[in-house]
């Protein structure tokens, strides 16, 4: 029987394609067919060195063979197993193991599926963990403006990203935010974490003020902000934000979706800034991107907190059908042990330096307004075109990638977070190329 197919004037139409200039893309496709450690194969038979790890999720470069093995041995042995009431050992082990790279004091995991549902678990925690502790006027959620938790509603509400909140109705009620901590006046072209700015964390005390402690459930926040177009926290202020959660029995939650599994040469921003968040929300880096997964993990006294009543009752009503998939918990795995062998995460911290001068190598350059950089991130923030935000760097986009190198741009700011494999001379090619796009660009 031949497949009922309506003929469609394209047939890129029917994929409705996320954070996408659909239109754009579609008359134009950029496609990626294979993919190998440091590159991208396009469908016109380029290579394409990553620049980003996907999305910022490849940590350990594309098909690592270690993942692809863990995934096809477990797909064919045990595919799915109930995610409630039932278990099985995959979930069990990876688990232990992410406690074993964690940092002391995080004793617990629970897997989502993405980033965005580890917010939304990490939210649900927070304001359920206060009741079952007798406190259950904290409710309030405090974000920080340019946040980026995702895209579900919570993850909306307590972020900051205007254009990704201003068109999807009011949003969940009780939520404030800080105010975000780029201060270019002050801070511009700073080499790793900006000297100013750490008294930002004092407008906690302001929100404190305002709504009363005992109204409070938490306060999520990036370690650095990716997504926004990579925004560093100025030296002192993440250990403030933690003194200040502490003295009023806020709940601190970092978001480490982008931060987790090495970006900045340590297991995750909490060990990188020595500063112990209540909860660690991670995704991405945890399969090396390849499965979808996330988890949230949590100290022992947010989990204790729900371990009362009777022992047959369910203490936690929340939960994904595919929270600990067999697949998903092979694959972080076979992740965790291939950083582990390949020792990437110190490898990152190695080369971070080496990163920071390539990067920082593009001051001067046309449009260039500040560079940042941390681990293995980096941020070039160009002039936008006047009465055009965000094309000048749209357009370095396109650029780069015709000269076979993959970047990524938010507003008019292009970031970099390469797999924590890259070598010396890939890093002198990719900046190099987009040193020569941006000589280029108008
Ligand atoms: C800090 C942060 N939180 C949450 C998310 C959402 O993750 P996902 O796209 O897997 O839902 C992202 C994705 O970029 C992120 O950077």
């Not at 617990?108 to 678990?121: D, I, K, L, R």
């Not at 006027?137 to 909306?156: K, P, Q, S």
């Not at 090396?288 to 988890?295: E, L, R, S, T």
């Amino acid at each position: 029987m031949p497949l009922d197919r309506k003929a469609t004037p394209n047939d890129l139409n029917a994929f409705w394609m996320p954070f996408t200039a659909n239109r754009q893309f579609k008359k134009n496709p950029r496609m990626f067919v294979a993919a190998r450690d440091m590159h991208y194969t396009t469908s016109d038979g380029r290579q394409v060195l990553d620049g980003t790890a996907g999305l910022w999720c490849c940590n350990a470069g594309h098909c690592r063979p270690r993942i692809t093995a863990a995934i096809q041995r477990q797909a064919a042995e045990l595919d799915y197993a109930p995610a409630f009431q039932m278990g099985h050992p995959v979930a069990f082990d990876l688990a232990n193991r992410l406690i074993g790279i964690a940092p002391r004091g995080i004793e617990h995991v629970f897997y989502t599926n993405s980033g965005s549902e580890s917010v939304e678990t990490a939210l649900k925690l927070a304001i359920a963990y206060h009741r079952a502790r007798g406190e259950g006027a904290r409710t309030r959620l405090i974000g920080r403006e340019r946040g980026y938790h995702g895209v579900n509603f919570g993850g909306i509400s307590v972020g900051g990203i205007v254009n990704n909140r201003k068109v999807f109705g009011t949003l969940l009620g009780g939520v404030d935010h800080l105010p975000h901590t780029h201060l270019p006046a002050v801070n511009a072209f700073s080499k790793g974490q900006p000297e100013n700015g750490a008294n930002l964390a004092d407008e906690l005390e302001r929100i404190v003020a305002l709504h009363g402690a005992e109204t409070i459930a938490a306060v999520i926040v990036e370690p650095v902000a990716g997504s926004t177009g990579v925004i560093l926290p100025p030296k002192g202020y993440l250990e403030k934000l933690r003194a200040i959660t502490r003295k009023h029995g806020i709940l601190l939650i970092f978001d480490e979706v982008i931060t987790g599994f090495g970006r900045l040469g340590a297991p995750f921003a909490a060990q990188y800034f020595n500063v112990l968040p209540d909860m660690m929300t991670t995704a991405k880096g945890l399969t090396n991107g390849v499965i979808p997964m996330g988890a949230v993990l949590t100290t022992a006294d947010v989990h204790d907190a729900f371990m009362t009543g009777p022992e047959h009752m369910i203490e936690l009503f929340h939960g994904y059908t595919y929270s600990g998939n067999p697949i998903a918990s092979a694959a972080g795995i076979a992740t965790l042990e291939t950083y582990r062998e390949e020792a990437l995460f110190e490898r990152a911290a190695a080369i971070a330096p080496y990163w920071e001068e390539a990067l920082h190598s593009l001051r001067g350059l046309p449009h260039v307004i500040d560079i940042r950089n941390m681990g293995l991130i980096g941020a070039v923030e160009l002039e936008p075109l006047a009465g055009e935000p965000t094309k000048r760097a749209f357009n370095a986009f396109l650029a780069a990638f015709d000269k076979g190198i993959l970047i990524r741009t938010t507003g008019d700011i292009i970031a970099m977070s390469p797999p924590l494999i890259i070598e010396k001379p890939q890093i002198d090619e990719l900046i190099g190329t987009l040193a020569g796009v941006l000589k280029t660009l108008a």
